[in-house]
């Protein structure tokens, strides 16, 4: 089956670093966009970044400086590495794919179960 696992999520102090990752599995033989989104307690999923088949990427304001996606094409993996953590950050974290061919299906859209992200002193 095709699936996104994401790992990586844990407790972390404010201005410490952590660093996810989320692989796409399942004979994948391409995938469009992928990204990371987040939603904390109360609040609404928010984008956090994406990295496109083509290579751009974007970020959402908050995390400018601080967050950086990369992706490797060859083992449709893509990371997320956090620092200068602050408690704003705590949320879970969701990894996305867009347009993920495997076999005959093409998948508009996938979702990873999610991963805890807590800084906290």
């Known amino acids: 089956q095709v699936q996104l696992v994401e790992s990586g999520g844990g407790l972390v102090q404010p201005g410490g670093s952590l660093r996810l990752s989320c692989a796409a599995s399942?004979?994948?033989?391409?995938?469009?966009?992928m990204g990371w989104y987040r939603q904390a307690p109360g609040k609404e999923r928010e984008l956090v970044a994406t990295?496109?088949?083509?290579?751009?990427?974007n970020y959402a304001d908050s995390v400018k400086g601080r967050f950086t996606i990369s992706r490797d094409n060859a083992v449709n993996t893509v990371y997320l590495q956090m620092n200068s953590l602050k408690p704003e950050d705590t949320a879970v974290y969701y990894c996305?794919?867009?347009?993920?061919?495997?076999?005959?299906?093409?998948?508009?859209?996938?979702w990873g179960q999610g991963t805890l992200v807590t800084v906290s002193s």
């Open positions: 996305k794919a867009d347009r993920v061919r495997s076999g005959p299906r093409l998948y508009l859209e996938l």
């Open positions: 990295f496109t088949s083509a290579g751009s990427t």
């Open positions: 399942g004979g994948i033989s391409s995938i469009n966009a």
